[in-house]
């Protein structure tokens, strides 16, 4: 992507801390992937898996650990961390709009109830409503169409987008992104079942608890605990389309990818990695550091370590077994031809 601006190599270099390899003069105006980049595109490779299209890049500079063979001709900025290094020359053609709509400020359409307490510059956007007792702290901004509960608490410096809902007594910390959609507070999933085999609502009597340095991604659904809190600890980063069951404790830093879905009272430790379509039984707890491979079903507790398949084990045994089942059809055909061997020995004898 073009932006108008362009910067020489040089000082890309210099700005994003690289070795640079190359033509210090020339000249970078966009941004892309390896396959889709031209000339004028800076692009990067931080994973061995995308080593084929390196080759075939047109990217006039491509950010690279030191680590990779170079080919003569090619521009490259060497880092440590090649991704990042791009994400700062991205930042520094296209940087991030200070506010994210034209609208600043209260809205005149915003509908604040009188008790609400909102910090130094706060905006509301169009049609935003915030309840009774609602505190907000400063430099927060609520867009369009949001809903706050009643006797919630929003941080400071938080970006709310549009669309999404908080409902009553829940608590946001400071530097909290929410995407559109994202629903926190819904009620958790509880009833009992009556004698007539009618299922009867259990009313939700908690709230949610998302500390700071939290994203969560769009129609992401977070429920209230029956009871206590539903928590998102400091620095995690949820995806769009997840579903967090009531009393469910997300751990400091983790990492969980779309359409993942934990059930009820379920714990993360640190640095927990849950990819697409991971789910997750109630009432277990994954240890620090542990990942799950996509479309996994985790059973039961976790200790450190990596895991796959349904119900999860070790991932090394998930991948050998992977590797068996994609054989299988060889494998039963020797088994039926070493049957047919001893029947036809047997019936010589």
């Not at 990819?275 to 996994?296: C, F, N, P």
């Amino acid at each position: 992507m073009k932006s108008g601006k362009s910067f020489d190599l040089a000082t890309i270099a210099s700005m994003t801390n690289c070795k640079l390899v190359g033509d210090p003069t020339y000249q970078i105006s966009g941004v892309a992937d390896l396959e889709m980049a031209d000339l004028h595109d800076a692009s990067f490779l931080s994973n061995p898996r995308y080593l084929n299209k390196l080759a075939q890049s047109k990217a006039g500079v491509i950010f690279i650990d030191g680590n990779a063979s170079l080919s003569e001709g090619t521009n490259y900025l060497i880092s440590d961390q090649p991704s990042r290094a791009f994400q700062t020359l991205v930042d520094a053609l296209h940087p991030q709009r200070k506010h994210p709509s034209g609208f600043t400020g209260i809205h005149p359409t915003a509908v604040i109830h009188e008790t609400a307490e909102l910090g130094e510059n706060v905006s509301v956007g169009p049609h935003a409503v915030i309840d009774e007792r609602v505190k907000v702290g400063s430099d927060t901004i609520i867009c369009a169409g949001v809903y706050i509960g009643p006797d919630s608490i929003i941080g400071s410096s938080c970006l709310i987008h549009p669309r999404v809902v908080v409902r009553e007594e829940c608590q946001i910390g400071n530097r909290v992104i929410l995407q559109p959609g994202a629903v926190i507070g819904s009620c958790g999933f509880g009833y009992t079942t009556d004698a007539q085999g009618r299922h009867v609502k259990l009313n939700q009597i908690g709230n949610v608890i998302i500390k700071d340095d939290v994203e969560i991604g769009a129609n992401t659904t977070i429920d209230r605990a029956r009871f206590k809190s539903t928590v998102v600890s400091e620095g995690s980063k949820i995806d769009n389309l997840v579903q967090l069951g009531h009393g469910v404790v997300i751990g400091p830093h983790n990492i969980i990818v779309a359409q993942t879905g934990i059930a009820g009272s379920t714990s993360t430790g640190r640095h927990v990695v849950l990819a697409g379509q991971v789910a997750l039984a109630g009432h277990i707890h994954l240890d620090d550091g542990v990942t799950v491979a996509g479309k996994s079903g985790v059973t039961k507790s976790l200790p450190h370590g990596k895991y796959g398949g349904i119900p999860a084990i070790a991932l090394h045994e998930y991948n050998r077994n992977q590797v068996l089942l994609r054989n299988i059809d060889k494998f039963i055909a020797q088994v039926k031809s070493v049957v047919d061997r001893m029947d036809r020995l047997e019936s010589r004898v």
